[in-house]
């Protein structure tokens, strides 16, 4: 199975700030890769797919990028509403694994 | 517009089985692939397997061959999974979400599988 490791674990930044969240897979997933957020209570959402796609009504300050074994999720002008777990999930090879994900929480 | 409606909250005894199910609306249920995945509360995501309704093929993550069993019901557009021999580590939220067709375009609101005597 391909392991994602996520980091950090946890993240706190201020409003308006730029934070970046690290994804390394254990082979090359040729940019087979996935972000989600999930609030609080809720199921995830689906942010980036493909490594730098953005999905349909997800707000351009989210941005993907990366490739080989090595990917990351970048959140622009921070905001209150980006409170929330974020995992990565590769699609490259069954089974699918998901990072251990990143809480976000604002300072 | 697409949704993924999960049924309510179970509460199983060891040794039982619960049949979860899923009903999709706003699109072609046989055209894309559901995919199921397991959450413990606040624990990270595990990708459990999928079902894909126009054929009604599967495929199970090792994990949970033998625990997890996905049917679909193209005349309902409902995706089912079959969660047996329950043991308390089996005690999760679970998710089932549209494939498009390998990332998850959308998900349903999740059900919650308490395991306990």
């Known amino acids: 199975d391909i392991q994602m490791t996520q980091s950090p674990a946890s993240l706190s930044a201020s409003l308006g700030e730029t934070v970046t969240i690290e994804c390394r897979a254990s082979e090359d997933i040729y940019s087979n890769l996935a972000w989600y957020q999930q609030k609080p209570g809720n199921s995830p959402q689906l942010l980036i797919y493909d490594a730098n796609s953005l999905a349909d009504g997800v707000p351009s300050r989210f941005s993907g990028s990366g490739s080989g074994t090595q990917y990351s999720l970048k959140i622009n002008s921070l905001q209150s509403e980006d409170v929330a777990s974020y995992f990565c999930q590769q699609y490259n090879n069954y089974p699918f694994t998901f990072g251990s994900g990143t809480k976000l929480e604002i300072k | 517009q697409v949704q993924l409606q999960q049924s309510g909250a179970e509460l199983a005894k060891p040794g039982t089985s619960v049949k979860l199910s899923c009903k999709a609306s706003?699109?072609?249920?046989?055209?894309?692939?559901i995919y199921w995945v397991k959450q413990r509360p606040g624990q990270g995501l595990e990708w459990i397997g999928y079902i894909y309704p126009g054929n009604g093929g599967t495929y199970y993550s090792e994990k949970f061959k033998g625990k997890a069993t996905f049917t679909a019901d193209t005349s309902s557009s409902t995706a089912y999974m079959l969660l047996g021999s329950l043991t308390p580590e089996d005690s999760a939220y679970y998710f089932c979400?549209?494939?498009?067709?390998?990332?998850?375009?959308?998900w349903g609101q999740g059900v919650m599988v308490t395991v306990s005597s």
């Open positions: 706003g699109y072609t249920f046989t055209s894309y692939y």
């Open positions: 979400a549209r494939g498009s067709p390998d990332y998850f375009d959308y």
